[in-house]
């Protein structure tokens, strides 16, 4: 069993940046992919940014703005997130793959507001 676990979520003004990391006890070298999704309420869980195979995918709305990010030393994986707006208020999830089984973080509340 593959335990994520975020940090670095919290209360930033619009246009401010903030970072979040994932802390995996498995092996993020070996996984098959890992990334980030988010969920706003009332809303379903959308992909923000994957890595896999070494490709990098973003959703449109974050394009440009936000960086995903992988440390194999430290064996974590970063959201650099810049320019945010108000629209970018979400619980952010970590997830990863290993042998075709999905894992999740517990989330990181993410507030864009004035």
């Known amino acids: 069993q593959v335990h994520l676990v975020e940090s670095g979520g919290g209360l930033v003004q619009p246009g401010g940046s903030l970072r979040l990391s994932c802390a995996a006890s498995g092996s993020i070298f070996r996984a098959n992919a890992v990334g980030w999704y988010r969920q706003a309420p009332g809303k379903q869980r959308d992909l923000v940014a994957l890595?896999?195979?070494?490709?990098?995918n973003y959703a449109d709305s974050v394009k440009g703005r936000f960086t995903i990010s992988r440390d194999n030393a430290k064996n974590t994986v970063a959201l650099q997130m810049d320019s945010l707006k108000p629209e970018d208020t979400a619980v952010y999830f970590c997830?990863?793959?290993?042998?075709?089984?999905?894992?999740w973080g517990q989330g990181t509340q993410v507030t864009v507001s004035s």
């Open positions: 890595i896999t195979h070494g490709t990098i």
């Open positions: 997830m990863g793959v290993w042998d075709s089984r999905d894992y």
